[in-house]
């Protein structure tokens, strides 16, 4: 396995696509079709902001960082409703925004990460969240933070495992029914470092 601090275009299809099959929950439901959360990220995706664990033309892992400078989904409102259409954006939009977070300029922001389902459990996460650990270092901050959605204790015990503590909890209910979420609360967790 390799780790690559960029996305190269040649992975740049197979990244949105294990995005959506592994965080789809989110973002597919709000734009209502799957086609168009995928036309929206495929232009959006900030290559110089993850890290991606490949294994010859294969992509293994992938995680995304954001900071108070840079995002890695670089979308703004006017692609949002490009993709989404004018109505649906009105009021899945707010709902969206809410899970939002607004990066400090001390802390490095997991925005997301995601291991292709065959190559789970041989530890590509956990190195995925190491490069990002250094990264954090490199840059100079001093938090390392995420959200992690309450149906998924598989990925809350790794991020405990690894130091994190959830520093505030928060509901999505019921506004996040009208979206289509079947999660109920959101953690969002810190390790200092
Ligand atoms: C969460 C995820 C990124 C973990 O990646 P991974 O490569 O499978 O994780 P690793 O192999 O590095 O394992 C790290 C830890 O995860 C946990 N884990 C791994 N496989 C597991 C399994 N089958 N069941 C339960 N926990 C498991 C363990 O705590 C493991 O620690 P250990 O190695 O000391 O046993 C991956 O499961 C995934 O992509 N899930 C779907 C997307 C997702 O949920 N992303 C996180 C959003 S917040």
């Known amino acids: 396995m390799k780790i690559?601090?960029?996305?190269?275009?040649?992975?740049?299809a197979s990244a949105v696509e294990l995005f959506l099959d592994s965080l789809g929950e989110k973002i597919i439901p709000a734009m209502?079709?799957?086609g168009r959360a995928e036309a929206?990220?495929?232009k959006a995706l900030n290559g110089q902001a993850c890290f991606l664990a490949v294994e010859g033309s294969r992509l293994l892992g992938m995680i995304g960082l954001n900071t108070s400078q840079s995002l890695f989904v670089q979308a703004g409102l006017t692609d949002f409703v490009r993709n989404a259409g004018?109505?649906?954006?009105?009021?899945?939009?707010?709902?969206?925004g809410a899970m939002?977070?607004?990066?400090a300029a001390d802390e490095l922001y997991i925005e997301?990460?995601?291991v292709s389902p065959e190559a789970r459990g041989k530890g590509v996460g956990r190195a995925l969240m190491?490069?990002?650990e250094q990264r954090c270092r490199k840059l100079g901050k001093n938090r390392l933070t995420l959200q992690v959605v309450d149906t998924n204790p598989r990925a809350k015990k790794l991020y405990e495992e690894m130091g994190f503590r959830t520093i505030k909890t928060y509901s999505v209910q019921p506004w996040g029914r009208i979206v289509g979420?079947?999660?109920?609360?959101?953690?969002?967790?810190?390790k200092r470092l």
């Open 86 to 96: 004018f109505f649906r954006s009105l009021w899945t939009l707010p709902i969206l």
């Open 4 to 12: 690559l601090a960029n996305l190269p275009d040649s992975f740049r």
């Open 32 to 34: 209502g079709k799957r």
């Open 112 to 114: 997301m990460i995601a």
């Open 40 to 42: 929206l990220l495929a």
């Open 130 to 132: 190491q490069e990002a």
């Open 181 to 190: 979420w079947t999660f109920r609360k959101v953690d969002f967790m810190e």
């Open 100 to 103: 939002e977070h607004a990066s």
